[in-house]
Each structure stands twice: as C-alpha cells, then as structure tokens.
C-alpha cells in the first residue's frame, strides 16, 4: 500500500455500498478514503473520492449504480479527499444536485465552483426528502472543516459522519469489528489527534453533550469516510473520541526524523524489490 488503492465495492447494509480506498502515510500506516452510495429511492452519492484515483473511482461507481440515475451528491466538505471526482459526476448526471452548505459552496468556489442551479444548501438540523426515507443534516463530533456535515439515515440506521471515527491503520480490513481493539482504539485516538487537533481545547462537560447527541440518535451502522464499516460499535467509538482531549497531541517528525524516515522506507523498498 505504497501508493493510493482503489479496492472493491462491498455492501456495508442492502441499500448502502461502500467505494473504498486507502492512502499510505509514512511512518505511520494507511488511511481508509471512503464514498459511499445510498441506493434511495432518489440515489445519492455520499462524497467524490480522491481525484488521483479518479478514473478508478468512476470505473467503481458505474460498477454498483448508473451514475447517471444519482439524483445527489451529499458533499460532506471541500477538503481534497472528498470532491476528486465532483466535476466527473456532474456531468455524468444531469438532474443530480449538490447537498452542501453556503460554507462548503464558498470553499469549492476556490478551486471547482458549482454551478449555482445545482447545489441545495442545508444546514445542520435540518432534513431532506430523498423518496423512501428522510436525511437529517448533523455535525459530526469531530471535524477538520467548518462546513462539515453528516447526516443520519434512520431508515438504514446509519450515521455518515465524514471524518470523525476515522483510523489510522496498518492493513486494509472488511469491517471496523475485524481489527483488534487495542489497534483499532490506538489508531482512532491517533487519527484524532492528527485530523483536530483543536479537541485538545474542549470543556469536557460541553463535549461530552456533543457525544450524547449522536449516542441518542442509536446508529447500527457508522460509517465514516477514513474507517471500514463499523457495525453495532457506536458507543465504543463515541467513549474512545472522549478520550481524546486528554490524548497526546500528534507531533509530526521534524526535517531530521524525516530524512530519516524517508531512508528507512527506502532501503525496505529496496530490499523487497531484490527478492
């Protein structure tokens, strides 16, 4: 996994399929990078991917849905990892319009301005009709954007949580439930620490309220945008996230543990490449 991987598709729920990816972090491990589709009676695509892998993600994409059928495409946020394949899936889709918020409009303006006709702004507590069930708007525990937005499908019972619950991991893995609690409580922590580090300046007490707020809403499933498909797990990822502000802050390596680093992986690559 030296190189960001497209993997397979694989259900996470019958109405719910998962695009995976993975993106390699020296000296650290991998990073899951999911989209996801929601097989509503109005299809939505749930985040674009990684635009290196974008060829990749759209050859997935039509593999589990014509995406010409996709009626919308929830943007969680504007970071990299989540519009590769924005404009693809636009002009593969004529009647799909864009859930996002006034921020998350502005912050794609930078670099992909959507066409105004096509994007539909929600807000935090609010809802959307998607034919056969209704989406809430939330925002996630824990993020690394302003405009972050999940939302709950109480249909499926699941939470999209974009980032938040992300992993930092040393192998790919078909579910959240199949690494070892000790790896996967260390690598959630971690990953925190790296992705908001503001958690590290929270009151306690007003935290702990924001958790409850996503513990009361029961997910089976939750799935997050940088971990496998964690099932029956929400308490046990909603007790670890409060772990964090009294967690060690993330410190990367210096320029000295870096040129390190790099000579390190380099001599592995060698030495795997003679055999």
């Not at 006709?117 to 056969?132: A, C, K």
């Not at 405009?147 to 040393?170: L, R, V, W």
Request: one cysteine or more; hydrophobic letters at 45%; proline letters at 9%.
């Amino acid at each position: 996994m030296d190189n960001p991987t497209m993997l397979e598709p694989y259900p996470a729920a019958p109405d719910i399929i998962v695009l995976p990816s993975y993106f390699p972090l020296p000296g650290l491990g991998m990073l899951p990078v999911n989209a996801f589709v929601l097989k509503a009676a109005e299809p939505v695509l749930v985040d674009a991917g990684l635009i290196c892998l974008s060829d990749a993600f759209m050859e997935n994409l039509s593999s589990v849905i014509e995406p010409a059928h996709l009626r919308w495409l929830w943007l969680t946020h504007a970071d990299q990892d989540h519009i590769g394949s924005v404009a693809r899936v636009l002009e593969s889709a004529p009647a799909l319009r864009i859930i996002t918020t006034y921020l998350g409009a502005g912050r794609m303006s930078l670099c992909q301005p959507l066409p105004t006709d096509r994007v539909y702004f929600l807000n935090p507590g609010q809802s959307i009709s998607v034919g056969d069930r209704t989406l809430t708007a939330v925002r996630p525990p824990s993020f690394d954007s302003a405009e972050t937005t999940g939302f709950h499908d109480p249909k499926a019972g699941a939470f999209f949580c974009a980032d938040c619950f992300g992993a930092i991991m040393s192998e790919p893995a078909a579910a959240a439930g199949d690494i070892p609690w000790a790896d996967l409580r260390a690598g959630l922590i971690k990953w925190a620490t790296i992705d908001a580090p503001w958690l590290h300046m929270v009151d306690g007490a007003r935290f702990k309220g924001t958790l409850d707020r996503v513990r009361k809403l029961s997910p089976k499933l939750v799935l997050s945008h940088h971990l496998p498909v964690a099932r029956g797990m929400a308490d046990q990822l909603l007790d670890c996230l409060a772990e964090v502000p009294a967690a060690e802050p993330f410190v990367g390596p210096d320029q000295q543990e870096f040129e390190a680093l790099t000579r390190g992986v380099g001599a592995e690559l060698r030495a795997w490449r003679s055999h």
